[in-house]
C-alpha cells in the first residue's frame, strides 16, 4: 500500500459477497443470517479509520464490479479489500441435477473472473485506491455436496454423474483461488491469504457452518485475525 499517506483515518471499503457480508447458517432454524462478528465488524475495531461493507449476498465479481462502480465517490475510499470467487465458481445446481448429461457453466467464466479481477485492480489502482485481494476460504466437499443435493438421492446421484467425483468441487474452488494468488503476483498487488489461516488448522472443517462453503462464527475470527496479522506485520500504521 505503497499509495498511501500517513494520516489520522483511513476510509476502508469491503466489497464482496456473502462471507464479507457475514452471512452464516444457522443450525437449529436451517436458515442464513447476518453474523454480528463478522470479519468485517471485527476489522472495524482497530482499524484507523472507518470500515464500510457493500458487499451481498450471492455477489458474483461482475456484479461487485458493478456495484463498487456506483459506490467509489459515496465511500471516497483509501483502501478497497476485495473478496470474490466463491460464488463465481459455482453452478446452478438444481440444473446440474436435472441434466446430468449436459454441459453445465460456472456463475462466471474462468478466464473471464481472471479478466474482471485484473480490470477491477487497474480501474482502483487508477483512481489511486489501494485494493488488497483475500484468498478464499477452503469449502467442505462433503459437505456442500449434501447441502448441494438438498438430501435428494436422485439429486445426489445425477450431481455425482456429471462431477465425477466430490472431490472436483474442491479442485474447482482451488483453481480459482489459485488464479487469485496468480493475479496478485502478475498485477503487484497485495493479497492477504485467509485460506491458509483455515488450512493451517487441524481440522479447518470446524471453521464452517454445516452448509460446508460458509465460514462460522469461529471462521470468521481467524480471518480477522490473519488480516489483523498482516497489517501489524506490514502496516502498522493502519491500527488504532
Given at each position: 500500500m505503497e499509495m498511501?499517506?500517513?494520516?489520522?483515518?483511513y476510509n476502508f471499503l469491503v466489497c464482496g459477497d456473502s462471507i464479507s457480508k457475514g452471512v452464516v447458517l444457522d443450525k437449529i432454524r436451517n436458515k442464513y443470517v447476518v453474523l454480528k462478528d463478522s470479519y468485517a465488524n471485527i476489522l472495524n475495531g482497530y482499524l484507523k479509520g472507518t470500515v464500510e461493507n457493500i458487499s451481498k449476498f450471492g455477489s458474483t465479481i461482475l456484479r461487485g464490479k458493478d456495484r463498487l462502480k456506483k459506490e467509489l465517490n459515496k465511500a471516497n475510499p483509501d483502501?478497497?479489500?476485495?473478496?470474490?470467487?466463491?460464488?463465481?465458481?459455482?453452478?446452478?445446481?438444481?440444473?446440474?441435477a436435472k441434466n446430468p448429461y449436459k454441459d453445465h457453466l460456472p456463475n462466471t467464466d474462468f478466464n473471464v473472473f481472471k479478466e474482471t479481477l485484473k480490470e477491477l485492480i487497474d480501474s482502483l489502482k487508477?483512481?489511486?485506491?489501494?485494493?488488497?485481494?483475500l484468498t478464499l476460504p477452503p469449502l467442505d466437499a462433503d459437505k456442500y455436496f449434501n447441502w448441494?443435493?438438498?438430501?435428494?438421492?436422485?439429486?445426489?446421484?445425477?450431481?455425482?454423474?456429471?462431477?465425477?467425483?466430490?472431490?472436483?468441487?474442491?479442485?474447482?474452488?482451488?483453481?480459482?483461488?489459485s488464479a487469485i494468488l496468480s493475479i496478485a503476483?502478475?498485477?503487484?498487488?497485495?493479497?492477504?491469504?485467509?485460506?491458509?489461516?483455515?488450512?493451517?488448522?487441524?481440522?479447518?472443517?470446524?471453521l464452517l457452518c454445516e452448509d460446508g462453503i460458509h465460514p462460522n462464527e469461529e471462521g470468521h475470527k481467524a480471518i480477522a485475525d490473519r488480516i489483523k496479522d498482516y497489517v501489524m506485520t506490514y502496516y502498522g500504521f493502519l491500527l488504532k
Open positions: 498511501l499517506n500517513i494520516k489520522e483515518n483502501i478497497v479489500l476485495l473478496e470474490f470467487g466463491g460464488n463465481d465458481c459455482d453452478f446452478n445446481w438444481d440444473e446440474v487508477n483512481a489511486n485506491i489501494a485494493p488488497v485481494l448441494i443435493s438438498k438430501g435428494n438421492k436422485e439429486s445426489a446421484k445425477n450431481i455425482l454423474t456429471w462431477l465425477g467425483s466430490v472431490t472436483k468441487i474442491y479442485w474447482w474452488q482451488e483453481r480459482y483461488n503476483s502478475s498485477t503487484n498487488t497485495k493479497i492477504i491469504d485467509v485460506r491458509s489461516a483455515f488450512l493451517d488448522r487441524p481440522d479447518y472443517r470446524k
